[in-house]
């Protein structure tokens, strides 16, 4: 008779920035879309035309909205503490000739979410908010509504985090 041993909690590696980019150098991630998120390495879902077209159309209206005021970054890095989330749209401060480095803030950071709404709702939502970004759209189309995300706040003391204390979701 033969005992097996207890089962062990899986365990994860966290990664830093700096590690991040040393992996991708090194070529980990070639030939894969990835962002790293509270020191994860997360795989990014393939981009289907409804996602693209939707990046486009809300790309085009952030962008003339806030003329003068900000340049739009697509699916471009944010450098947020232990995470570099790429969102589909983020509507940076001032010009990118400001920056020598990734933005580490936006006015407006949007998602285009066709099969990571839950995620993109929660995981994503809390982070953008922790990072103090007033403004956290995601345009679901599949479900054709757009859910905005405002004011964030921390959560009770011990938590450690901070999450959007309004959501509003409408058709557009």
């Known amino acids: 008779m033969s005992t097996k041993p207890p089962p062990t909690a899986a365990r994860t590696f966290r990664f830093n920035r700096e590690q991040y980019h040393r992996l991708g150098a090194l070529g980990f991630f070639d030939g894969k879309r990835v962002e790293l998120i509270r020191g994860e390495i997360v795989e990014m879902s393939p981009i289907n035309w409804p996602h693209q077209l939707g990046k486009i159309k809300l790309t085009r209206a952030l962008g003339a909205a806030f003329a003068g005021i900000g340049w739009i970054n697509e ?3 944010l450098a947020i503490g232990d995470s570099e989330p790429q969102p589909d749209v983020a509507v940076i401060a001032g010009r ?13 950071v949007a998602e285009i979410s066709d099969t990571t709404l839950p995620e993109d709702n929660t995981t994503k939502a809390e982070l953008y908010a922790t990072a103090g970004i007033a403004d956290y759209w995601v345009l679901d189309v599949v479900g054709r509504e757009l859910h905005v995300f405002r004011d964030p706040r921390p959560l009770p003391a011990g938590l450690g985090a901070t999450a959007y204390h309004t959501h509003h979701y409408k058709l557009p």
């Open 75 to 77: 699916q471009g890095p």
């Open 96 to 108: 990118p000739e400001d920056y020598t480095d990734h933005p580490r803030t936006a006015l407006l």
